[in-house]
């Protein structure tokens, strides 16, 4: 039954993701960031609650007070696919994301991510992408955007550690805006290969922001590590 259901669920994210890729995709360029960005917001919100009635896999959220209303950066555990649709319907409307700059080439789903201004990088690039994260990311700020890190680079399977990127941490050192942290166990229902979507409720802990003048991006890093990964869930 568990694989039914994630079955259907995948049918309807498909549908979801052709339904609102094309609209921002053929006309999304017509349209302010703002209405581009409520368009993908509700993708990931009626995704969630796809999760919700099709998987029974709702989520709670801790600290939702800290949700940022300004600008900031948000830099959070990364385990499954589940927190790049929560996060989008979650937060407010006006996110940048950091993401690898492959993700833009996938037909549809790229397509409709480039109307919304991501921080495409190429990891490859060393230097270059650390650079692209601190100028555009910078910008994007000052924009008022809230700028979305996910520190592991990558997907890491729970009980598991992977060093911390120091980009996010420069980021915040060069231009003073403040980090808030998530915690979440999403990996425990939604493996990070995983096809199947366990039921049951993800705990989701959002840190108060820190405050990151006079502190340096090694210091920050590791200050976001220590807590995202000493959260109880």
């Known amino acids: 039954m568990i694989l039914i259901r994630s079955l259907i669920f995948f049918f309807f994210l498909v549908l979801t993701t052709l339904f609102y890729g094309l609209i921002l995709a053929i006309i999304g360029w017509l349209f302010p960031l703002s209405w581009r960005q409520a368009v993908s917001n509700l993708w990931g919100m009626n995704n969630l609650w796809l999760l919700r009635h099709i998987c029974h896999l709702d989520y709670h959220i801790e600290g939702a007070e800290h ?54 990088i190429d990891r490859k690039s060393g230097r270059k992408a650390v650079r692209q994260v601190i100028e555009k990311g910078t910008a994007a700020l000052q924009a008022g955007q809230i700028v979305i890190i996910f520190p592991e680079g990558t997907r890491t399977p729970p009980g598991e550690r992977r060093k911390y990127g120091i980009g996010g941490g420069l980021l915040a050192e060069k231009s003073g805006y403040p980090v808030i942290p998530i915690a979440h166990n999403a990996g425990v229902f939604w493996k990070r290969r995983g096809l199947k979507k366990y039921p049951g409720t993800i705990q989701v802990v959002v840190g108060p922001p820190m405050e990151t003048h006079g502190k340096n991006a090694a210091q920050i890093t590791r200050e976001v590590e220590e807590w995202i990964e000493q959260t109880q869930l």
């Open 67 to 120: 949700l940022p209303s300004e600008p900031a950066i948000i830099m959070s555990k990364h385990q499954s696919a589940w927190e790049t649709i929560a996060l989008r319907g979650l937060l407010p409307k006006n996110q940048a994301w950091v993401l690898k700059r492959e993700l833009m080439w996938v037909p549809v789903f790229g397509w409709a991510m480039a109307t919304v201004k991501p921080i495409a």
